[in-house]
């Protein structure tokens, strides 16, 4: 048997949040994010013939090497997924994944790693039915976000909305939607995401019991009001390019997702005093320059700072004599606004 599939597939950067669930995978309110083009995971699905009676074969390596740790979210995964994928419990299932970006930088790989394993099984499900997907890029979007939710929205390229909302027309909470070239103006496709690595290790907390903390959030229902309300600001300063709101936007996003951290029940913080240093001297240098980098997080020290193309050299020339020195060992990843995965 020679069955297999090979995609590419890049991480996200969500300019309003998704925080919160319901149900399987459902986001608790809407959200918006910009497509990465560096920061990809490169994933290659096999079948093989299955040697065990259990539900779900799979064999799971990271740059070929077997890591086992990883089974028991794929196995969650392709359980959630079975009634989209009639093979999974036919074959053994041998996946081979690897990241483009450290697999130490505290860059969340779900979205990218998510992303990629949905498309191979949507392309091998092609193969083995024998007939083309209808609609190829929404059905691999539901998958991954049985994944991981941000994963659904790393199917397209350029902007990518989440959630159902009154002002996104088509959109959904079971899978995302691009935002067309019409609905955007066109200086926001020549964006910049300078990623600072502040801290490069595990995540303090993970995005499951992130995502659980809202439940019994006090705060919950006003948070996901105020997002209904930044999705509709956030179209009309895409659609105007009015970098002023879209600035306000981002930002207030990013302090509401940690200060929703910072009052939960337990309570964590997620910035570190590097991560503040290094808010703190952008908005001085935005002050001082008239330039519009913009800071974004997200549930973690790290910090993306996001700017028009033409302001590229000035930034990175501010970046290296003031920011880099709060990273760890100076690291950074700079990427660009992205056109979503692409087949191997
Ligand atoms: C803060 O998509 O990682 O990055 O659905 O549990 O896998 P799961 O959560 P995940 O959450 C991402 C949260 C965020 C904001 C965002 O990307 O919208």
Redesign the pocket.
Known sequence: MNISSKWESPS???LV???G?MGI?LPANP?I?FTLNEAKTITKVSLEEKTTKDDFEILVKYDSKEIPEFEGKIIQFLNRTAHLFTFTKQFKIVINTVNTFPHSSGI?S??SG?SALALCLCSIEEHVEGNKTLDFYRKASVAARL?????C?SLYGGLVSWGAHKDYVGSSDEFATQLSEKEVFSGFYGFKDMILLVDEGKKLVS??L??SLLNNHPFASARYEEAGKNMSLMKKALKEGDLGLFTHIVESEAMM?HALMMTSNPYFVLMRPNTLAIIEKVWDFRKQTGLRPVVTL??GANVHVLFPQEEQDAIFQFAGEHLLQYCQENKYICSSIGNGPKQL
Do not use: C, E, F, P
């Open positions: 996200n950067i969500a949040k998704y925080w669930k995978q959200s994010s969340a779900s979205a998510m994944g991981s939710g941000s994963a929205r995005s499951t992130g995502h997702l997200d549930a």
